[in-house]
């Protein structure tokens, strides 16, 4: 299989920051918390998020199709025409056996799910809708992708816990490489909004309980962090072979250059204390890549804000670089999306490159003492970046790594 980058010639984002590629950076660049109380999680225990507050399923996609669609089909549809527009490519002219559509997701979307549970709870079986099951299994929004779209090459979803994302764009990759697709649409989406997602994940003590104060709970890498913040959103990338997209006159925004993965075979959910796992990941992407740690001038944190993950991305970076280059975290402003943060990092990973401008980790105080990483915060920071991370950790030990370099 050939080693050679893969071109990325399109983005397609839904986030908390904004609806769209270019709204996600401009308010990323800002550096302020989109965490607020959200109505939909009024009375238990964790009641706020990072919620996509104008997402109208009815208005973008029509009444018909966002009716069969939950949250995060609804957020991967919209995010993949918007990164196919940006890559100028016509579904009309490809060929479309030779466009694939590689998603990631963490898990069933719980968003419809409750109502129809208590349809067939209170004796009413003959009401739960037909598009319950076909609108909330993690492979429908790549189906739905492909059917949007008319891409009928290879169609599937990874799931990695919080990696997906960043494993469905390896995976991608390998596509391009091997000469199966010369197109594939990949990224991520995933709402983790609903109320069982707080409930569930606050039980597991994973969540901030700075109820007081939202806009201050996902505080990665201070010394008073408690927890995540959970948030949705999707990210796209139109990934292409580099020879394919020359041929067609795009102009790549970035390269795919390399990627990793490995498993911490530690413990169900708490990484290794000391970041073996993730840094064979990134050694691994390194290798890929064919370039050095020192090559590399910028890491998008995984960063969750959890008090174990923190500090074992740290440690996992120190192991990998004499000096760690400039880092960021981009779920200080928008929450943990699950399977799909990696993408989205991914995205805003390629937009550094674009911008050579790292956007602030938002509400970084006071630095973990135990944590010794140059985190940009309060204000982006201009920076002359050629080759960059982007590192994911999940639930079972799962990590994945990219390089991207500018194009």
């Known amino acids: 299989m050939s080693s050679q980058p893969v071109a990325v010639t399109g983005l397609g984002m839904v986030t908390p920051a904004g609806m769209g590629?270019?709204?996600?950076?401009?308010?990323?660049?800002?550096?302020?918390?989109?965490?607020?109380s959200d109505p939909e999680l009024d009375g238990l225990a964790v009641?706020?998020?990072?919620?996509?507050?104008?997402?109208?399923?009815?208005?973008?996609?029509?009444?018909?199709?966002?009716m069969r669609l939950d949250r995060f089909g609804q957020m991967a549809i919209i995010a993949a025409r918007e990164a196919v527009t940006h890559a100028a490519l016509d579904p009309e002219d490809w060929n479309a056996p030779r466009v694939g559509v590689v998603l990631?997701?963490?898990?069933?979307?719980?968003s419809t799910y409750p109502v129809e549970f208590a349809r067939f709870r209170d004796g009413h079986a003959d009401k739960v809708s037909p598009f319950a099951l076909p609108r909330s299994v993690p492979n429908m929004v790549a189906g739905a992708v492909s059917l949007d779209l008319g891409a009928q090459g290879p169609s599937f979803t990874?799931?990695?816990?919080?990696?997906?994302?960043?494993?469905?764009?390896?995976?991608?990759?390998?596509?391009?490489?091997?000469?199966a697709c010369d197109i594939v649409i990949s990224g991520g989406s995933e709402s983790g909004t609903s109320a069982m997602c707080s409930v569930t994940f606050?039980?597991?003590?994973?969540?901030?309980?700075?109820?007081?104060?939202?806009?201050?709970?996902?505080?990665?890498?201070?010394?008073?962090?408690?927890?995540?913040?959970?948030?949705?959103?999707?990210?796209?990338?139109?990934?292409?072979?580099?020879?394919?997209?020359?041929?067609?006159?795009?102009?790549?925004?970035?390269?795919?250059?390399?990627?990793?993965?490995?498993?911490?075979?530690?413990?169900?959910?708490?990484p290794?204390?000391?970041?073996?796992?993730?840094?064979?990941?990134?050694?691994s992407a390194l290798t890929d890549a064919d370039l050095a740690s020192y090559d590399i001038g910028h890491v998008?944190?995984?960063?969750?804000?959890?008090?174990?993950?923190?500090?074992?991305?740290?440690?996992?970076?120190?192991?990998?670089?004499?000096?760690?280059?400039?880092?960021?975290?981009?779920?200080?402003?928008?929450?943990?999306?699950?399977?799909?943060?990696?993408?989205?990092e991914a995205?805003?990973?390629v937009l550094t490159l674009q911008h050579q401008l790292i956007p602030p980790t938002a509400n970084l105080d006071r630095m973990d003492p135990a944590i010794d990483l140059d985190v940009v915060t309060k204000i982006p920071r201009p920076a002359r970046i050629d080759a960059a991370l982007t590192v994911s950790s999940g639930f079972g030990g799962q990590n994945a790594a990219l390089v991207l370099t500018r194009a």
Request: hydrophobic share 35%; net charge positive.
């Open 347 to 349: 995205a805003l990973t």
């Open 104 to 110: 990631g997701v963490g898990a069933n979307s719980l």
């Open 202 to 270: 606050g039980q597991m003590q994973a969540l901030s309980r700075r109820c007081h104060d939202p806009a201050g709970a996902s505080r990665p890498f201070d010394a008073d962090r408690d927890g995540f913040v959970l948030g949705e959103g999707a990210g796209i990338l139109v990934l292409e072979r580099t020879t394919h997209a020359r041929a067609r006159g795009a102009h790549p925004l970035a390269y795919l250059t390399g990627h990793g993965s490995s498993s911490d075979a530690h413990h169900y959910t708490s």
């Open 21 to 36: 590629t270019a709204a996600t950076w401009e308010h990323l660049c800002t550096g302020a918390p989109t965490a607020m």
């Open 158 to 179: 990874t799931s990695s816990a919080c990696a997906s994302g960043t494993t469905a764009l390896a995976v991608a990759c390998d596509l391009l490489r091997s000469g």
């Open 272 to 283: 290794h204390p000391e970041g073996d796992g993730l840094a064979r990941a990134i050694r």
């Open 300 to 344: 998008n944190a995984h960063g969750t804000s959890t008090e174990l993950n923190d500090k074992a991305e740290a440690q996992a970076l120190r192991r990998v670089f004499r000096r760690p280059p400039p880092v960021t975290a981009n779920k200080s402003v928008i929450g943990h999306s699950l399977g799909a943060a990696g993408a989205i």
């Open 47 to 66: 009641d706020f998020s990072c919620r996509v507050r104008d997402l109208d399923g009815r208005r973008r996609l029509g009444a018909r199709l966002a």
